[in-house]
Each structure stands twice: as C-alpha cells, then as structure tokens.
C-alpha cells in the first residue's frame, strides 16, 4: 500500500497587512505587530529572494536546480516586466500632455508603491517524514515532477507571468520556489495593463488553484516514479513559516503528541461508555425494592452488586486516563511554546543575516570604491614617471649643451645666457656649476645621491 503524500501550495504574504495584524497594531505600544513578510514589495525584498533561492551565500550551489529563468532573479523579472507592460507603458505615455505624468520605468514605479512588485509561490510534494529515508536519486526526480507543476500553473492561471523557478534539495523535502508577476489587462484608469496580486489570488481562485495544483501534482508524481499514490486531505489553514529542520527535537515531541492524542481518543470511548453505564446504575437503583419490615433498607441482587463493582472499576479507569489527559495539555502547551520560541529564534537569525548581508554589500561596495581609486592612482604615478623621465632627458640635454657651449666652445653668448638664468633664479647653484665648470659631469642630482649612498653601502661590506 502506498503512502499517501502531503502537499503545500502556500502564496507568500504581508501578514502585517492583514485585518487581524491591524487589530493587533491598535493594541500595541509601538502600533506595530511583529507578524511574518515573505512578500515581495520591493527591490530589496526581491534581491533578499534572489539570495536565498538561489544559494547566494554559501558553496552549496549543486543542490539547487533552476528549472525556469537565469541565475539572476532580478534580471528574470525585470525582463518579464518589459515584455509585458513596455507596449502598456509607451501607449500610456503618448496619451500624457504633461511629462510629469508620464512612466519612465515601470518597474521603479511599483517599487515605489506599495504593491507587490512580484510574487512568490513554494511548492512541496511530501513532508520531512516522508523524504527522510530516500536517496538522491530517488529525490532528485521530482526535477521531472516539478518541471510539470510549472508547466500546469501556466495553463491553470496563464495571466500568472514566471519569471524563476529554482528548486531546493539541501532542505528536509525536495521544494519549489516560483517567482512571477500577476498581470491584470484592460485596466481603465492607468496603464491598459498593468500588475495585480489582489484581482489575481482572490481567496476563492486561489483555493481553486490549489486543488487543481494538488491534482496535477500527484498525477505527475505517479507517472515519473511509476507508483499509485494519493495525496493527504487537504487541511485548512495556512502553511506555517517554520523550519522543522532547524528544531531539534521536534520529531520527539510530534511522536510525543500523536501518543497523547491516542490517548484522549481511548478517553472519549471510556467517557461514553461510561455515560451509558452511569445510567444503567441509576436505574438499578430507582428500581431496588425494600424489605417487607424494614422500609429504611433496599434490597440489591448480586448480579447488580457486580455491575455495580463494574461500574467502579470503569469510574477508576476513566479517572486515571483523564489524569493522563492533563498530561496532553501540558505536552500540547510545551509544544506552542517551543514552537513560539523557534518562530522568534529564527526570525532573529534572519534579521541578523540580512544585517550582515547589507554590511557585507556596504563593505564589498566600499572595497570596490577603494580599488578604483588605487587603480587611477597607479596609473597617475605611471604617467608621472613618464612625465618625469621625459623631463630628466631635456635636463640632461640642455645642460650638457651649456656646459659644451661654455667650457669647450668658450662661447660668451651661451655664458651669458647662463649667468642670467643663475641671477634670475632658474639655474640652481648645482646647474650653473655643471654648466661653468670643464670638471663636473652632467648627472642629474637624485641619482647622483642614490649613486654616492650606492658605493657608501659597498665601501662598509669590506
């Protein structure tokens, strides 16, 4: 017999946005609440998603598989935002009079709203119990499986346009992650066509979409593994945001619960029993007789003396099961809370990992700034000494053709050239001896130093 299956369809929302968070707001000192956001409503959300579906931060890149889309989220919907609402956008422009009016970038313009720029949809066929005991092989054919969930959501909700779908295997259960963008047509105030989460995921489409996903699911499950499954009943309720993975005795307080919860159903058979008992007692003693002489006294046969006796054994043993209730409420109680502090723990974690991934973005953005300036720093200092060798070479020519003028030629007009640029400050004691002097060489003054600091280091060797 085959086991049946669990499935998830579960559509990220701002639970903050809700009626009931609202509510809660009101009631709070900072009127906020502290309800889960796995929307996607802007840019950042966006890019938040790209690095977790895509594996941005760590080397376990090999157990993700992207089945639809690139390996850039955010080029994947910006493309998919050009494709369908640039004609929208430019037919909107030509009927504008004012520029101010006008779309630029429709993108950049619900991120600046307060829509949801794109949507995200987690799909997952059997539950961490299930996938425990199976291999890779075994788990990385539902490649095949999922493949055909994307291809049924196009079909089932075509105005649903998917930008990525990337699946995870380096979890519990192997599961999707669809991004995509929920396009609305023949608007008539803005653009003709334009985004819609709300017109699109209403609450009764979407349950429809659900059952039709379900359906296909374990159809396609079948077929690649050549089994006969079927799927658990559809429970009410949204999906829990919680890593089951990451809660270290969970398995031990589920197996805990299912035994406690056998016990309150071992509870209910006793009670009814014992209702029905309880009335079968009231009648034996409604219908006891007294003796002939002693009206004060009621005569019992032994056989009710031992439905009786029954009964009380029956009173002691639902007494001890109701005890063994309480213990219910209490593993049920330890469990919420357990399961209450995980939800805060993680929560914590992800802020946290989100704070050091900007701090990371702010540092690697800061380093590249850095290198950029280096690199135009070194090609200055390169171009410096060109510049400088450039002038080193004229020096060099223009002193050693004084110093011929004047020293072998004895020609006065180059003397006194020279003496005028001495006296005005452009020859330098150093140039002018160079150029009146038969015994000095022409070198140029730095390297003279590094040549005299050269033979100073070689002389103190011996």
């Known amino acids: 017999m085959e086991q049946e299956l669990a499935y998830s369809f579960h559509l990220g929302s701002d639970k903050n946005k809700s009626k009931l968070a609202r509510k809660v707001s009101k009631g709070n000192v900072s009127g906020t609440t502290s309800f ?40 994947d919907v910006k493309q998919v935002y050009l494709d369908e609402f640039e004609q929208a956008r430019i037919e ?7 520029n101010d009016r006008k779309i630029e970038n429709y993108f950049q313009k619900v991120c600046d709203s307060q829509n949801d720029i794109a949507c995200e949809i987690i799909i997952e066929l059997g539950d961490m119990d299930f996938w425990q005991d199976k291999d890779n092989e ?44 929920p396009v609305i047509d023949n608007c008539k105030r803005g653009m003709k066509k334009q985004i819609g989460k709300s017109q ?25 593994y050549d089994v006969d499954s079927k799927l658990k009943t559809k429970q009410k309720g949204r999906n829990q945001d919680i890593n089951v993975n990451e809660m270290g005795n969970y398995r031990e307080m589920k197996k805990k619960l299912e035994k406690q919860k056998q016990k309150l159903e071992n509870a209910n058979k006793q009670t009814k029993k014992l209702d029905n008992t309880s009335k079968d007692i009231s009648q034996i003693l409604d219908n006891l007789k007294s003796p002939l002489l002693d009206k004060n ?4 046969s032994n056989e009710n003396i031992e439905n009786i006796k029954n009964y009380i054994e029956n009173v002691t043993d639902v007494t001890q099961t109701v005890r063994s209730v309480n213990d219910l409420n209490v593993a049920i109680e330890d469990f919420e809370l ?68 004047i020293t072998y030629d004895n ?14 400050g452009i020859f330098d004691d150093n140039d002018n001896e160079i150029a009146n002097n038969i015994l000095r060489k022409v070198t140029i003054p730095n390297e003279n130093k590094n040549n005299k600091i050269k033979k100073k280091n070689n002389d103190t060797r011996f």
């Open 36 to 75: 889960s956001n796995n929307a996607i409503q802007n840019a950042k959300d966006l890019s938040k998603a790209n690095k977790h579906n895509l594996r941005d931060y760590d080397n376990q890149r090999e157990l993700i598989t992207t089945i639809y889309g690139t390996n850039d989220i955010v080029e």
């Open 92 to 98: 909107f422009n030509n009927k504008q009079t004012r």
């Open 138 to 181: 075994y788990r990385y054919k539902m490649t095949d499986v999922y493949n055909e969930q994307i291809q049924d959501l196009s079909k089932i909700l075509p105005t649903f346009k998917i930008a990525n779908a990337t699946i995870h295997y380096d979890e519990t259960s192997p599961h999707m992650h669809v991004i995509g963008i």
């Open 200 to 224: 699109l995921f209403t609450k009764t489409l979407l349950s429809e979409i659900q059952d039709k996903m379900r359906n296909a699911c374990i159809k396609s499950y079948n077929k690649f």
């Open 297 to 300: 006294n009621k005569l019992i």
């Open 338 to 405: 357990y399961t209450l502090e995980i939800g805060q723990e993680n929560r914590s974690l992800q802020y946290q990992i989100e704070q050091k991934d900007d701090e990371i973005s702010n540092l690697k953005d800061k380093l590249s700034a850095k290198d950029k300036i280096i690199i135009k720093l070194q090609e200055e200092k390169e171009n410096l000494k060109v510049q400088l060798q450039k002038f080193k070479g004229f020096w060099h020519s223009l002193m050693s053709h004084f110093h011929k003028k």
């Open 411 to 424: 020609d006065q007009n180059y003397k006194i050239v020279s003496d005028d640029l001495y006296k005005n």
